[in-house]
């Protein structure tokens, strides 16, 4: 069974940091293309970052670039997202996500979501 | 940056009504549209996948169509579960976008 599971959560002040984890079992992680998507606080949702299985091809929203990297760890079966100079509209609930197969786009497998509140 | 719009932004509904969701793209996107359902507090569930295929164990009352910049969602025979909020979601080109959603209220 396909597992996502999103960790690194939290309170933080603007201008902080803060890392994202997104743990993954239940199939061969090094194969797939990896994404992160958020939700702020009642709003819609909105994709925020890619990565390719190799880690080879990267692309960010307009909104996050310069300010947040992604980044995953094949042998961990484990993707990341660091984030710096971060802002009260970042806050929202970040979900990783991944696609039914190696060949399509869309986002069958969702975590649960980790929390993300910019305040001071 | 393609830009999705859905219409309407809220819609109230009766159990068996049949519902239409559209969504329109500021620009061709071929088939490369999917439709997702959030439930509150829950996350987002893959209803239909490229304009109109169908996804494993998802009802068969959903039903998408449409190619190029306009598309639509079908819920057939609405049940009371299917209250939720629906997004479109296209991955045509990057940056990936959705559009602004769309939330059904059952009467």
């Known amino acids: 069974e396909v597992q996502l599971v999103e960790s690194g959560g939290g309170l933080v002040q603007p201008g902080g940091s803060l890392r994202l984890s997104c743990a993954a079992s239940g199939f061969t992680f090094s194969s797939y293309s990896m994404n992160w998507v958020r939700q702020a606080p009642g709003k819609g949702l909105e994709w925020v970052s890619y990565?390719?299985?190799?880690?080879?091809?990267?692309y960010y929203a307009d909104s996050v670039k310069g300010r947040f990297t992604i980044s995953r760890d094949n042998a961990k079966n484990s993707l990341y997202l660091q984030m710096n100079s971060l802002r009260a509209e970042d806050t929202a609930v970040y979900y990783c996500a991944r696609a039914p197969n190696m060949a399509e786009k869309c986002f069958q497998y969702w975590g649960q979501g980790t929390l993300v509140t910019v305040s001071s | 940056e393609i830009v999705l719009t859905q219409s309407p932004d809220f819609q109230s509904v009766t159990p068996k009504e049949k519902v239409t969701i559209t969504c329109r793209a500021s620009?061709?996107?071929?088939?490369?549209l999917h439709w997702y359902q959030q439930k509150p507090d829950q996350s987002p569930k893959l209803l239909i996948k490229y304009a109109s295929q169908s996804i494993s164990g998802v009802p068969s009352r959903f039903s998408g169509s449409g190619s190029g910049t306009d598309f639509t969602l079908t819920i057939n025979s609405l049940e009371a579960e299917d209250a939720a909020a629906y997004y479109c979601h296209q991955s045509s080109s990057f940056p990936y976008t959705f559009g602004q959603g769309t939330k059904l209220e059952i009467k």
């Open positions: 990565i390719s299985s190799s880690s080879s091809t990267i």
């Open positions: 620009q061709s996107i071929g088939s490369s």
